[in-house]
């Protein structure tokens, strides 16, 4: 008998940022993957975690979570990640999406105006993601204020200054600032969708360009140590029974 896939949420908050190069992952390893589009009429934020293999926060354009310009579902969204957290259901969040699980984490957020950069992430330790981060990747930020993940918070990767790029709460959450799946055009529409942009995001995207597959050659580590320590491969209970 075939063995059950795992199945994902992925919770959308705008219509142009989505998984990006990291669906091709989740395919490849046969991990499929639900949209919920909470940002849209109608949509809502699913009640629980409890018959789902895992969530995805994405990144939520000019929204943030530090009372400037919150996300209309940042409360529920805080107590899905909490309950992610207490159950040992893998999460992980991108931009806005890191926000939401260092809320959940008991962490917090720090106010900080829209911005677009692309900065050089350096891994903290030798065996951050079991050893698969890469030593430096880039990572593009496109996100309203910034996570603060609580004391108890393994920082995985900072920025340039020092501020946490990529950190993990317990053995299964990890938040990303920048979108390690980015494309090009994930920022060109996200500044089409929205009147409130960063401030001069030209050279931001000619650095994209510039860097070319380095995002995608990061992904492959990145991503490889991602599904490892979240257990996304290993067999369900239900499939050893």
């Known amino acids: 008998m075939t063995a059950p896939k795992r199945n994902l949420y992925v919770i959308q908050h705008t219509d142009s940022e989505y998984l990006g190069h990291i669906e091709d992952h989740f395919e490849g390893r046969d991990i499929r993957f639900t949209y919920i589009r909470a940002h849209t009429t109608g949509g809502k934020v699913p009640p ?9 926060f994405l990144g939520g354009g000019p929204w943030g979570a530090a009372g400037g310009r919150d996300l209309p579902s940042l409360a529920d969204e805080v107590r899905l990640s909490h309950e992610c957290l207490a159950l040992g259901i893998p999460q992980i969040g991108i931009g806005l999406g890191a926000q939401i699980v260092a809320l959940g984490g008991g962490g917090g957020v720090e106010a900080a105006p829209l911005t677009f950069e692309v900065v050089t992430a350096t891994r903290t330790r ?31 990767a900072v920025d340039p200054v020092g501020r946490p790029l990529v950190f993990q709460l317990g053995p299964k959450a990890f938040g990303f600032s920048g979108h390690p799946g ?49 257990g996304l491969m290993q067999p369900k209970a239900t499939d050893q029974q």
């Open 48 to 56: 629980s975690a409890r018959f789902v293999d895992g969530v995805v």
């Open 126 to 156: 030798d065996d951050a993601l079991n050893g698969f981060m890469p030593a430096s990747f880039p990572a593009a930020v496109y996100m309203r204020d910034r996570p603060k993940p609580p004391a108890y918070a393994d920082i995985l």
């Open 182 to 230: 980015l494309k090009r055009a994930m920022v060109e529409d996200l500044i089409m969708e929205f009147t409130d942009q960063p401030e001069d995001p030209g050279p931001g995207l000619q650095e994209i360009g510039r860097l070319g597959s380095a995002f995608e050659d990061a992904l492959v580590g990145i991503m490889t140590g991602v599904i490892q320590l979240t």
